[in-house]
């Protein structure tokens, strides 16, 4: 149990981070705590996402020697950079989300003069 | 003219159109509507262009971005199943940019005209790109950009509109992220992240648990975004209180588009036996979407609002697409399939019709439109007809497809279902004749003294001719795709739907 733990830990903390930014999301009273939510959220499974490329004593996906293409390259000895080149669209996308929803804060605190949720939708029943 | 370059073009139009719309804005104003304009109606022709290319093939066709042969590459993929709906998005966009020409000159000041089109531009590019995609990362990046367009269009709506906006995002997100979780499962047990070579690569792996955590992941993203009960919530705020000349554009589209990928990831990525019998999600999304399509059917009879209405609505018939995939036999799919692009035309109609009434009438409290045929008589016309065909009246377009949905239901004896169908067609029409009932029909003594006789000289609309003709088209559409129901089930849909089924 004790190693299944252990071995596993980045993974138990990906499930952290997500379930902490999770209950922000949906408990913080306060909008750019929210969005603070949306973020570790977001890059919780960034992380996840760069985690599963790595591998044990692997290096850098480079192949020295070019145009030996037809010998068999051994895929173990490499880092998988498939999922960290995925993961630089979704960075572009979290860094999208974060400015989009920024500039509404800054619409909202103009408009109401506050980022708490109650007060807001106390303001928007008069 | 050969059609090889479509698939890219008709993602790539918009997207650079978007910018140029924007860089023009600086300098002149009067050329950003032009813009869009063209470059839409370039979509529309090589929506039309692909769509003939299709129908001479029989066969998809396949556009390998870049020349990078598919399991490494992005592939764009144009099959029965997509094209139509390609057309069905080329079409309302190009109307609802043309009805949004006089609605936004009088709903925003004329600086913000530059970058409300740049975003309608992104928005279509978005759906554009979701419908072709043959590539699960690739969908996701273009469901984020036609989310992010969506959020910053909303929020330049009425009072409320940012925070519903804000709401909206934090939902989407939270749905964008979980598929994005699900396709790394997939990416993670077998190393690919095409559709198609998924479709080969999963039935192998179809006992593992990560696999049934994946898909969970993806189905639930999907229902976020496509906004299934009891994930809706973010929906009647945020399309409610969007500027008119926004939601007739993202209203019927966008959660349309969802339901087109729960079909798409359903069908082409995994199968039929694995959804239905080794892990059972379409009974349990059958049973979601009848609960779902009761719940908004008795909320829109709850509303006074004619928007907020609508909008319950739209979850009420994403309910009956779902219920259509979950008969999993070829009848509901047809309905389903067949609803999906009725739909988009039924409330593309209303939400216009919406707008115009809205913009006359300064009230969308439907206790308040009475005796509106008299100043507005071709709108009401055109109300009446998108009413009818959400209510399912032959030979309107509604009827056709609940018509296949029963059947479905029927074939897949789920008693309940048909039910569930049925009741809510009843609902639908409580709720379309009590606004029909007050426009026309109204209480002997609510009618104004000056308008008590019936002589009144018929006037045309006093709306501008680029706000009521999308609107009449729509309205056309409404009875032609009735008309021509059969023809697209034959050439389109039946091809579309698997042979397994």
């Given amino acids: 149990m004790i190693e299944y733990l252990v071995t596993k830990h980045s993974y138990w903390f990906y499930i952290i981070l997500i379930m902490m930014g999770f209950y922000g999301m949906m408990v913080k009273n306060n909008l750019m705590k929210k969005l603070i939510g949306m973020n570790i959220f977001q890059w919780s499974i960034i992380l996840f996402f760069i985690s599963i490329g790595a591998k044990k004593g692997a290096t850098i996906p480079i192949i020295e020697t070019h145009g030996v293409l037809n010998q068999a390259v051994r895929a173990a000895d490499y880092i998988n950079p498939l999922p960290h080149v995925l993961m630089l669209t979704a960075i572009v996308v979290g860094v999208a989300t974060t400015g989009i929803a920024l500039a509404l804060l800054i619409i909202i605190y103009q408009n109401y003069g506050t980022l708490e949720e109650d007060e807001i939708i106390e303001a928007l029943k008069k | 003219m050969t059609t090889v370059h479509f698939p890219a073009l008709i993602v790539v139009t918009p997207l650079i159109a978007s910018f140029i719309v924007f860089a023009v804005g600086w300098f002149d104003r009067r050329y950003c509507f032009p813009l869009v304009i063209g470059a839409l109606t370039a979509c529309l022709i090589f929506a039309a262009g692909l769509a003939a290319a299709v129908l001479d093939n029989g066969n998809p066709l396949h556009y390998h971005l870049g020349s990078w042969p598919p399991p490494w590459g992005i592939e764009y993929v144009v099959d029965h199943l997509n094209v139509l709906i390609l057309l069905a998005i080329a079409v309302i966009a190009l109307l609802s940019a043309i009805y949004s020409r006089s609605m936004a000159a009088r709903e925003f000041p004329q600086a913000k005209l530059p970058q409300l089109y740049t975003l309608y531009l992104l928005q279509v590019t978005g759906l554009f790109g979701i419908t072709i995609t043959g590539d699960v990362f690739n969908l996701y990046v273009l469901l984020e950009i036609a989310s992010f367009s969506a959020y910053a269009m909303i929020a330049m709506g009425e009072r409320g509109a940012a925070f519903a906006a804000f709401r909206y995002m934090i939902f989407g997100t939270i749905g964008a992220c979980s598929y994005m979780l699900g396709v790394g499962y997939l990416y993670i047990l077998t190393g690919s992240l095409n559709m198609a070579d998924l479709n080969q690569l999963l039935p192998a792996l179809y006992q593992s648990k990560a696999l049934l955590a994946g898909f969970?992941?993806?189905?639930?993203?999907?229902?976020?975004?496509?906004?299934?009960?009891?994930?809706?919530?973010?929906?009647?705020?945020?399309?409610t209180?969007?500027?008119?000349?926004?939601?007739?554009?993202?209203?019927?589209?966008?959660?349309?588009?969802?339901?087109?990928?729960?079909?798409?990831?359903?069908?082409?990525?995994?199968?039929?036996?694995?959804?239905?019998?080794?892990?059972?999600?379409?009974?349990?999304?059958?049973?979601?979407?009848?609960?779902?399509?009761?719940?908004?059917?008795?909320?829109?009879?709850?509303?006074?609002?004619?928007?907020?209405?609508?909008?319950?609505?739209?979850?009420?018939?994403?309910?009956?697409?779902?219920?259509?995939?979950?008969?999993?036999?070829?009848?509901?799919?047809?309905?389903?399939?067949?609803?999906?692009?009725?739909?988009?035309?039924?409330?593309?109609?209303?939400?216009?019709?919406?707008?115009?009434?809205?913009?006359?009438?300064?009230?969308?409290?439907?206790?308040?439109?009475?005796?509106?045929?008299?100043?507005?008589?071709?709108?009401?016309?055109?109300?009446?007809?998108?009413?009818?065909?959400?209510?399912g009246v032959p030979p309107l377009c509604g009827f056709f497809s609940k018509w296949y949905l029963v059947l479905g239901a029927i074939q897949a004896q789920q008693w309940f279902f048909v039910f569930v169908i049925l009741m809510s067609s009843l609902l639908n029409t409580v709720l379309f004749f009590r606004i029909i009932e007050q426009v026309y029909f109204p209480p002997r003594e609510s009618i104004p003294a000056e308008h008590a006789h019936h002589d009144t000289p018929f006037r045309l609309d006093p709306v501008p001719m680029g706000e009521l003709i999308p609107a009449a088209c729509l309205a056309c559409f409404l009875i032609l795709l009735g008309f021509f129901s059969n023809m697209l089930i034959t050439r389109f849909i039946s091809r579309a739907i698997p042979g397994t089924f």
Wanted: charged share 10%; proline share 5%.
């Fill in chain 2, 216 to 239: 969970s992941l993806l189905l639930v993203g999907i229902a976020i975004k496509m906004a299934l009960f009891p994930v809706h919530t973010w929906l009647p705020d945020s399309y």
């Fill in chain 2, 241 to 391: 209180l969007a500027p008119s000349s926004v939601s007739v554009l993202l209203a019927p589209l966008s959660t349309k588009v969802g339901a087109y990928v729960l079909i798409r990831i359903l069908l082409s990525v995994f199968n039929a036996p694995f959804y239905t019998s080794l892990y059972p999600a379409a009974p349990v999304l059958g049973w979601i979407a009848a609960a779902g399509v009761l719940f908004a059917a008795f909320l829109a009879i709850a509303q006074s609002d004619l928007k907020r209405m609508l909008c319950y609505l739209i979850v009420c018939e994403i309910g009956y697409i779902v219920i259509g995939v979950s008969s999993s036999n070829r009848l509901g799919l047809t309905g389903a399939l067949l609803h999906l692009v009725n739909d988009m035309f039924m409330m593309a109609c209303l939400f216009a019709v919406t707008g115009i009434i809205y913009a006359h009438a300064r009230t969308r409290n439907i206790y308040e439109l009475r005796n509106l045929h008299r100043t507005l008589p071709l709108t009401m016309a055109v109300f009446v007809t998108g009413a009818l065909a959400v209510i």
